[in-house]
């Protein structure tokens, strides 16, 4: 150990203040503190600390993102065999996915890394974490057949504007992975399209509606079974298509008390109370527990609504934002018919409320600590 | 009354004191201005001069009767500046021959204002501070009540019955001035442990007794305050130490004034952790030569949480009845992110050390990571058992925004109450800072009430 330290003190010297590679010492900070921890010892206030960082938060996301990524690979190359009528094992149907992986995350964590790292230079603090997180879920959420250069110019996009400008991880009010997907999905509307699934390099004749898309005209029949999506053998993003895959990424989440449990079961329920009353009302023949197993709705709920810096900052303001996620997706999926998939826009659209749900909430504290106050007079 | 905290954390660490006293005797004592929150000190001795036990070394600028008293007998061997001048450290010596006690003659107080102008004059004041600021109260207001905490819930904090023992008619005249002090309309809150020893307390007269239960910070003054009688602005309430109510006590049954106290030597790095009893003031360096082991150890006086760093005039401060030595930490190791951490103590569940249910972890004084911004939003709610909205109140603080800070109760809390939520922030903020410079500027902003 002490070797290592040794060497990457020796490096580090030469990007000390006055030295010719000052100018990259954002950078050095970041391989630096990747490979050791950090020397660093308390100053002022309390002595001792938490062990917990957030690189230590931010990979713990990351290890409940593998199963949806692991299987969403392998079902990546099942699919695509799938489609073109060729039966082949496990391992080939996983390297075919990883090979498709591979490519999209490397473009991502590239062209926002390059930005962040800039940023972080210019403004002379360390590399924030948060984009470890923002650049792996990219990758899960976009279709597996879509440009790389698209890729780059979406995950740029969203790291300049919807985090960068605002002064980085921590300052930004929307989801960076969603305002890629985001901006994907009205700039180049061809490669999401909402009806149609996606399948890499599928044959043309197989390629057909999403289930969501299904639904919406009507084809009940056509429609793979609930178990395919619960288990999460259907077309779909890397990410999206196994909820048990999700469920599980949910359960490290929760354990380790990374996410907030608030949210997710709020979104849960938003989503299912209103699907329900749709299904009720005749509106839609899908029923409750069959929105949340459809689509995106479960990786929004756990990995996309619980981002702890857009999400709402307040304990009550947690169920209000979840709540209305849950309903609003479900209503921009049964309303909208040229739209199924509605979490993406009800996430981001809530993101841009949770300011205002929280300012709400701290109100009412407000007037409650108050009368709080003026019974402990009346007691006294 | 019974109050049980729910919220907050009890941080296990190795070298609690045993109970044993032994005495420290020195010759060397250090009384600095800046053990006393935002005291501007105007001099009133010299290098070279004389003291006595009770002779004014400094007052306050603010107002000239708050005074500080040298505690024992000698002479003022070196005044220490730091910058600008400002005085950092008075240095006194001790003569050979009995320096800690001085009898002192004065006829019985009658009324509130006898009492303070005597606690004045012999640097007694000084023992009382209020809420909000923790500021030593001006001579002229009174508070609206008046807490003593009876037991502090701190890492390896000492037992308060054990720090009183065989004092408790001491303790109990303390009681009975502070309450001619502070007037028969204002109440005296007695906060004690629930289920501990307070058998030094119990005696205690015209006063409401409250029974505490649960994690730290449950022994803080900040929460009982809150749970027993918030502040609101415009308003003040006073608390004092039960160790200087006992001191109060002993100068108005005995005549004699003294600052002989007791204080715990705690901390894993201590070799046998005991109770000391010394002289406010008393230089520690022989207690430190005699009981640290390890080469890297920070000295800390007060506790981990709440407690100062000590390097040069290594004292315990007035207000402080512990100190911890703990080992210094920066040891860097390789790819510790993504390690299980079968050691790492952490109040989230990320390191599996959690799983194993640890007990006592080998605490020292690493950040474990670097600065960021805001990012988890849950974790301050958990230790801060105040109905107060702690990431608001701390986002206010930071933007000065002074409204938001009234509204979300500012005047109850202090740099102390949100101890925990610094240790447990994942963004390694300081947010003991943060408050008290916040409270530093809202003082000058709306004047001391």
Not at chain 1, 138 to 158: G, H, K, R
Not at chain 2, 76 to 85: K, L, S
Not at chain 2, 174 to 191: D, F, K, S, T, Y
Not at chain 2, 343 to 363: P, V
Request: charged share 20%; hydrophobic share 45%; proline share 5%.
């Amino acid at each position: 150990m002490s070797v290592i330290s040794h060497i990457s003190e020796k490096i580090g010297r030469s990007f000390e203040k006055g030295r010719p590679l000052h100018c990259f010492h954002s950078l050095w900070d970041a391989v630096d503190t990747f490979l050791l921890t950090p020397a660093e010892v308390t100053k002022e206030g309390s002595h001792i600390r938490d062990a917990v960082d957030m690189k230590r938060i931010m990979i713990t996301v990351m290890i409940a993102l593998m199963p949806a990524l692991l299987f969403g690979m392998w079902n990546l190359g099942y699919q695509h065999y799938l489609s073109v009528g060729m039966e082949t094992g496990f391992w080939s149907c996983f390297w075919y996915g990883f090979l498709k992986w591979l490519p999209l995350v490397i473009v991502t964590y590239i062209s926002g890394l390059a930005i962040e790292v800039a940023f972080a230079q210019w403004r002379g603090h360390q590399v924030a974490e948060g984009f470890f997180v923002t650049g792996f879920i990219i990758p899960l959420i976009m279709p597996p057949d879509v440009p790389l250069w698209i890729v780059a110019v979406a995950t740029a996009f969203s790291v300049l504007f919807a985090k960068e400008v605002f002064g980085g991880t921590g300052y930004n009010f929307l989801n960076p992975a969603l305002v890629a997907r985001a901006f994907v999905f009205f700039a180049y509307p061809s490669v999401i399209s909402g009806d149609s699934v996606w399948i890499a390099e599928s044959a043309d004749a197989v390629s057909g509606a999403t289930p969501l898309a299904l639904v919406m005209n009507g084809n009940m029949a056509q429609m793979p079974s609930f178990l395919d999506m619960f288990v999460g053998t259907i077309p779909g993003c890397i990410g999206e298509t196994s909820k048990i895959a999700i469920l599980l990424g949910a359960a490290v989440l929760l354990f380790t008390q990374v996410a907030s449990w608030r949210i997710m079961l709020s979104v849960v329920v938003g989503g299912f109370v209103t699907g329900a009353l749709f299904h009720t009302a005749g509106v839609c023949p899908v029923n409750g527990w069959q929105h949340l197993l459809m689509g995106g709705f479960l990786f929004g709920a756990v990995f996309m609504a619980t981002d702890p810096v857009t999400a709402t900052h307040t304990k009550s303001g947690k169920y209000i934002y979840g709540l209305l996620i849950g309903v609003l997706a479900i209503v921009i999926r049964v309303v909208n018919k040229g739209y199924p998939e509605g979490m993406m826009l009800a996430i981001l659209l809530m993101n841009i409320f949770a300011p205002l749900i929280d300012y709400c909430v701290v109100k009412v504290k407000v007037k409650k600590r108050k009368l709080n106050i003026s019974k402990h007079r009346i007691k006294l | 009354m019974e109050f049980r905290i729910r919220k907050g954390l009890d941080i296990r660490l190795d070298g609690e004191a045993r109970r044993e006293v032994r005495p420290l005797e020195t010759v060397r004592y250090y009384v600095s201005p800046s053990d006393f929150r935002w005291l501007k000190p105007q001099l009133l001795v010299q290098a070279g001069s004389e003291v006595a036990v009770g002779t004014p070394l400094f007052a306050s600028k603010e107002d000239e009767r708050v005074v500080v008293v040298s505690s024992v007998k000698g002479t003022v061997r070196e005044i220490v500046r730091g910058e600008r001048r400002s005085v950092e450290t008075i240095v006194l010596e001790a003569f050979p021959s009995d320096p800690f006690r001085k009898q002192v003659d004065f006829a019985e107080p009658e009324t509130s204002d006898e009492v303070a102008s005597l606690l004045l004059s012999n640097g007694l004041w000084p023992f009382l501070r209020q809420r909000p600021f923790s500021v030593i109260p001006s001579p002229d207001s009174r508070p609206k009540s008046l807490f003593i905490s009876c037991f502090d819930s701190a890492p390896l904090a000492p037992e308060h019955n054990f720090l009183l023992q065989g004092r408790a008619e001491e303790f109990r005249e303390g009681v009975r001035r502070l309450h001619q002090l502070v007037g028969a309309g204002c109440p005296i809150h007695l906060c004690l442990r629930d289920g501990a020893e307070n058998a030094c307390f119990e005696a205690a007269e015209n006063v409401q007794f409250h029974h505490f239960s649960g994690p730290h910070p449950a022994g803080n003054v900040g929460t009982q305050i809150h749970r027993i009688d918030p502040i609101d602005k415009g308003e003040c309430v006073w608390y004092i130490h039960s160790q200087d109510v006992a001191a109060i006590g002993r100068f108005f049954l005995t005549h004699i004034l003294s600052f002989e106290r007791m204080v715990a030597i705690t901390g894993p790095c201590i070799k046998s952790p005991c109770y000391y009893t010394m002289v406010y003031g008393a230089d520690i360096s022989t207690i430190l030569q005699e009981q640290i082991e390890a080469k890297n150890a920070r000295i800390i006086s007060g506790n981990i949480l709440t407690g100062k760093q000590l390097s040069q005039s290594p004292h315990v401060r007035l207000y402080d009845t512990q100190l911890t030595v703990i080992a210094e930490g920066g040891e860097r190791e390789f790819i510790g992110w993504l390690l299980p951490g079968f050691r790492k103590w952490s109040l989230s569940h990320t390191f599996t050390a959690w799983l194993f249910r640890r007990k006592t972890f080998n605490h020292n004084t690493s950040l474990h990571g670097g600065r960021r911004a805001f990012v988890m939003t849950d974790v301050y709610e958990k230790v801060f058992p105040f109905e107060i909205l702690p990431l608001q109140l701390l986002k206010a603080c930071l933007t000065d925004d002074i409204e938001q800070m009234e509204e979300l109760g500012i005047y109850e809390v202090d740099d102390e109450d949100f101890a925990l939520c610094e240790v447990v922030c994942p963004s390694k903020m300081e947010w003991q800072k943060t408050v008290r410079e916040a409270l530093f500027r809202l003082r000058k902003e709306i004047g001391d009430s």
